[in-house]
Nanobody, 124 residues
Framework: VQLQASGGGLVQAGGSLRLSCAAS????????MGWFRQAPGKEREFVAA????????KYEDSVKGRFTISRDNAKDTMYLQMNSLKPEDTAVYYC??????????????????WGQGTQVTVSS
């Protein structure tokens, strides 16, 4: 199983980025998917999650109204549209997959699969 995250980069505050997470060798449509981030010197934290069907979503409070998570099960790909970016959004962003919604949206980070990170840097 491979989760390939992409789309990170350097952007000014107020700008936008769209992250993608492409899955391979995974029955994508049966997995809940999520985005997490880790800033320098901080623990990895939950950002957003989307259920296997795409109908259920959850966001961390600080990104509500600015970030939108989505998925395309036909393309085995998940997205994170990030608008109104702030310097505090700077982090390495990781995608993850898990069969259990409670694990995906909880504080436990022992999820089924993780992708490699993509760096997001927001300058002030």
């Amino acid at each position: 199983v491979q989760l390939q995250a992409s789309g990170g980069g350097l952007v000014q505050a107020g700008g936008s980025l769209r992250l993608s997470c492409a899955a391979s060798e995974l029955t994508f449509s049966t997995y809940n998917m999520g985005w997490f981030r880790q800033a320098p010197g901080k623990e990895r934290e939950f950002v957003a999650a989307i259920g296997w069907s795409g109908r259920r979503m959850k966001y961390e409070d600080s990104v509500k109204g600015r970030f939108t998570i989505s998925r395309d099960n036909a393309k085995d790909t998940m997205y994170l549209q990030m608008n109104s970016l702030k310097p505090e959004d700077t982090a390495v962003y990781y995608c993850a997959a898990d069969r259990a919604w409670s694990r995906m949206t909880g504080e436990e980070l022992n999820l089924d699969y993780w992708g490699q990170g993509t760096q997001v840097t927001v300058s002030s």
